[in-house]
């Protein structure tokens, strides 16, 4: 079993920016594809970015991409979501997933572990 622990979130004011890590152990996931998604106060837990195994492929909700880049170190068994021109509306629990497939996926029961979530909150 993977576990996962993220790090990284905080407040930070409309327009800045914050860098999510998620650490994780118990076993490699060089093979496996990972994920963020967010949950807001009182809505569905989202999808936000995910990756493949290698690095190469990677996919974006539409309210994020262009803003938003998920990476990934598999020498450090480590994903990153770097969040650039952050808006209030991005204000949420971020949580990074792992699935046992090599490929991209956005649709939350296809991962199998998660973290525990960091929050970010964007003032405006």
């Known amino acids: 079993q993977v576990q996962l622990v993220e790090s990284g979130g905080g407040l930070v004011q409309a327009g800045g920016s914050l860098s999510l890590s998620c650490a994780a152990s118990g076993r490699t996931v060089s093979d496996y594809a990972l994920g963020w998604f967010r949950q807001a106060p009182g809505k569905e837990r989202e999808f936000v970015a995910s990756?493949?195994?290698?690095?190469?492929?990677?996919y974006y909700a539409t309210s994020v991409k262009g803003r938003f880049t998920i990476s990934r170190d598999n020498a450090k068994n480590t994903v990153y979501l770097q969040m650039n021109s952050l808006k209030p509306e991005d204000t949420a629990v971020y949580y990074c997933a792992a699935r046992t497939s090599r490929y991209i996926s956005t649709v939350k029961s296809d991962f199998g572990s998660w973290g525990q979530g960091t929050q970010v909150t964007v003032s405006s």
């Open positions: 990756i493949n195994w290698s690095g190469v492929n990677t």
